[in-house]
């Protein structure tokens, strides 16, 4: 096993499949290898700082509300199997919580999130960089049900951040992003022959 750990980027527009994947490749090595998945969107800057009103304005689908310096620096440390303090987000306050993760140095990282390819120095720290390619009729109906079923927000506030941040932050940002991609993965977790690849490679990196 090498010294440093193996780092695997996932990129891919919201509800796009990226946490379907991820649980794919960490249930593939969970049992012989040390495997971690860290969510870029822990990283979510603080915003203590700023009142409710303004808080509740923040357009996360942004690369300016991420604190990628932070999330660079841990993302070093864990290459060097160096054991970090995990920042949470909660989201019912727009702000960083008072609760952090201790992730210890382990030997595969599977980062996720929707930026981890548009931003370069995020890349830079990434040995395979992964974006995944789902239709966005798809991935808006999957973002609808999961937000409605398990975040209890209401059709019309959906549809709205959808067309006003979403959608045009997706276009700008992260459809661009794919041309950084080592592996492009079509259709989310349910491409079993893409997954399977991209572990085999995995697989013959770490053995």
Known sequence: M????????????????????AAKV???FEEKHQVVIIKQDDYYKDQSD??????VKTNYDHPL???TDLLVKHLKMLKQKVTIEKPTYDYTQHTRS???????GKDVLILEGIFVLA??????????LVYVDTDGDIRFIRRLRRDMEERGRSLDSVCEQ???????????????????AHI??????????????LITKIRSIIE
Not at 50 to 55: A, C, D, F, V
Not at 166 to 179: D, N
């Open 98 to 104: 008072n609760i952090t993760e201790v992730i210890e």
């Open 184 to 197: 492009i993965i079509p259709n989310g977790g349910s491409n079993v022959v893409a997954i399977d690849l």
């Open 119 to 128: 931003e370069e120095e995020v890349r830079k720290q990434c040995d395979i």
């Open 162 to 180: 959808y067309l006003h941040t979403v959608r045009p932050m997706h276009e700008q940002f992260i459809e661009p992003s794919k041309k950084y």
């Open 50 to 55: 700023l009142p409710m009103e303004e808080r």
């Open 26 to 28: 960490y249930e593939a």
């Open 65 to 67: 509300a991420f604190d």
């Open 2 to 21: 090498n010294d440093k750990a193996i780092i695997i980027g996932i990129a891919g527009g919201s509800a796009s499949g990226k946490t379907s994947i």
